[in-house]
């Protein structure tokens, strides 16, 4: 399986938080950037964070001071750690290369932040 699998997601309270994980192969993983993604219900897919090689890191200004986006280069992994989470991040969130290939959209997982 070449698509990355996400997982991590779940229900939370605004102003709670969760730690998305995603697992890659070396094909999507290895030497390349890896960004989240999220795409809400009738929204567009769109950036959240990405990461490069080196650990530099860019945020979009939603997940500015709340994301953490972080990157395990032995293990092959990407994390997103979202803290104060509010109910506009109810997404379903991908991880792929910063430069996302559509053959590398995984299944997501689901944030769904609510009372």
């Known amino acids: 399986q070449v698509q990355p699998v996400e997982s991590g997601g779940g229900l939370v309270q605004p102003g709670g938080s969760l730690k998305l994980s995603c697992a890659a192969s070396?094909?999507?993983?290895?030497?390349?950037?890896m960004a989240w993604f999220r795409q809400a219900p009738e929204n567009e897919r769109e950036l959240v964070a990405f990461?490069?090689?080196?650990?530099?890191?860019f945020y979009k200004s939603f997940a500015k001071g709340r994301f953490t986006i972080s990157r395990d280069n032995a293990k092959n992994l990407v994390y997103l750690q979202m803290n104060a989470l509010k109910p506009e991040d109810t997404a379903v969130y991908y991880c792929?290369?910063?430069?996302?290939?559509?053959?590398?959209w995984g299944q997501g997982t689901q944030v769904t932040v609510s009372s």
């Open positions: 070396d094909e999507i993983f290895s030497g390349n950037s």
């Open positions: 990461i490069g090689t080196d650990g530099t890191t």
């Open positions: 792929n290369r910063r430069f996302a290939r559509p053959e590398y």
